[in-house]
């Protein structure tokens, strides 16, 4: 069989339009008409066609390259750069635009809020193509790693100690400058050891800065390269990492927000997640669901509070755990009389509150009748007696664990992971998310908006049929202010 061969001097190898170099159907056309489609006053980005001055790269153009950018995994400003170049797709979505990485860079880090409402807005372009209802929505959360290696956090005592190393060095310093200056000839060597000084100063004013923040934030530990990460334990080990939290609408799997917090667990996230999804939205949810690293009872109430039917597992029904024998549900609670009632009929009485964690602690007013108890040793070891604990909202767990028990409330919690943990999956295996390029809390949340975006374009080219399709629904759309 013959080979075919490649010519590089032949006449033509490019149509002569740049609006040639991609077909109608070709996806980037999709990201095209999304940007295009976006509220650029409410997104803050800087727009001004009748400005002077400096030319300066469209704004437009540089929003529509992140977003194709990001959801082809390529994210580095680099290769970017390179994409400008060499790939036909990203020439006919900058128009020619050649943008050098400074460039690029620069522009991602000076928008960092205006990169974290694209999100916002494409939730609400989904809510407009009526590709969300925001009826029942939920909530999940995954490790991330940040741009800062683990060996790099220091502890308060290591600052203390560098503290220390660092002033008598700067003695040094100064002792040998000042010796230098006395004898005045043959020390070439002075103005090499003013540069020493002056670098130590500079690192014992960085440390002092980082144990101020440990001050300010009541902390025990930090990072020196990117303050705001934290250690967090997962799958890949233990990485200085942010906790990615997203919310995702139920009808069709489409995430509604998404950001990045220090917190190393999602307890107290809960209310947090859903309040900011409601008001991307602009509508109250019917159904909030989470697993049971959600299960917070504080929580979860102000969620409940707002008349939101709250689907979280406890731990004990997340780990199928049977009732033991002697369990605190076996004793019998009064609410009259303010007591537990034990299975042998033995009151245990209020002796003290916790009212930091919220919590009652419940004993028998005579441990000595405890311990005659003929099953002492099985109930409690405790010669004080049986101690039972009681959630200030009790009341409420209870009703959030039969409520979880229901047939309904398991059909909607049987769902989840398939819609909740689905986008984690994209992110991380094919837009190459293993760990964030940007540096901050606000940086880390912009980027994490940019690859929930970019889920939500592939799943909406694909629902709507594709992209001559998607096209066309947003041109349908008001016209952006």
Not at 316 to 325: H, I, S
Not at 457 to 464: K, P, T
Request: glycine share 6%.
């Amino acid at each position: 069989m013959a080979y075919r061969y490649g010519q590089r001097d032949q006449g033509m190898l490019l149509p002569e339009r740049i609006e040639d170099y991609v077909g109608p159907a070709d996806p980037v056309r999709a990201y095209d008409a999304f940007v295009d489609a976006l509220n650029w006053k409410a997104l803050g980005l800087p727009w001004n066609p009748h400005q002077v001055g400096n030319a300066e790269y469209d704004p437009r153009a540089m929003l529509k390259l992140l977003v194709y950018g990001y959801s082809y995994g390529i994210r580095s400003s680099r290769k970017l750069e390179r994409a400008v170049h060499h790939n036909l797709s990203f020439m006919w979505l900058m128009g020619g635009l050649k943008p050098d990485h400074k460039t690029i860079a620069e522009f991602r880090r000076k928008h960092k809020k205006a990169l974290k409402g694209v999100l916002k807005q494409c939730a609400r372009v989904c809510l407009d193509l009526g590709l969300i209802d925001g009826n029942v929505l939920f909530v999940d959360g995954t490790k991330v790693r940040a741009n800062a290696s683990r060996s790099r956090t220091q502890s308060r005592a290591q600052c203390e100690e560098q503290l220390k190393k660092l002033d008598k060095r700067i003695e040094t310093l100064l002792a040998a400058c000042e010796a230098a200056d006395a004898e005045e000839e043959g020390q070439p060597s002075s103005v090499s050891m003013d540069e020493g000084l002056s670098k130590t100063q500079r690192l014992k004013a960085r440390v002092e800065e980082l144990l101020s923040k440990m001050d300010d934030r009541s902390e025990e530990k930090i990072n020196a390269t990117d303050e705001d990460s934290a250690i967090m334990h997962s799958a890949q080990g233990s990485h200085s990492s942010y906790n990615v939290q997203q919310v995702v609408d139920d009808q069709n799997g489409l995430i509604v927000q998404a950001e990045a917090v220090r917190d190393t667990s999602d307890v107290n996230q809960f209310a947090r997640q859903m309040t900011q999804a409601q008001q991307a939205l602009g509508r109250k949810c019917e159904v909030a669901c989470g697993d049971a690293g959600y299960a917070d009872t504080e929580e979860l109430e102000k969620v409940d509070g707002q008349g939101v039917r709250v689907i979280v597992p406890s731990q004990r029904q997340a780990l199928r755990k049977g009732p033991k024998r002697f369990d605190k549900n076996e004793f019998r609670y009064d609410e009259t009389a303010d007591c537990y009632w034990c299975p042998k009929g033995e009151p245990l009485h209020l002796q003290w509150t916790d009212s930091v964690r919220a919590k009652r602690y419940y004993r028998p007013s005579s441990p000595a009748r405890c311990r005659a108890c003929e099953h002492f040793g099985l109930c409690t070891r405790s010669k004080l007696g049986r101690t039972i604990m009681r959630l200030e909202r009790e009341a409420l767990k209870k009703r959030l664990e039969a409520d979880y028990e229901s047939e309904a409330s398991q059909a909607i919690y049987a769902r989840r992971k398939g819609r909740a943990e689905l986008p984690f999956g994209h992110w991380k295996r094919n837009l190459k998310l293993d760990a964030f390029l940007l540096r901050g809390l606000e940086g880390v949340s912009a980027e994490t908006a940019l690859v929930a975006t970019c889920f939500n374009m592939v799943r909406m080219i694909n629902l709507l049929g594709g992209v001559q399709a998607l096209r066309q629904r947003l041109a349908g759309l008001t016209a952006p202010a």
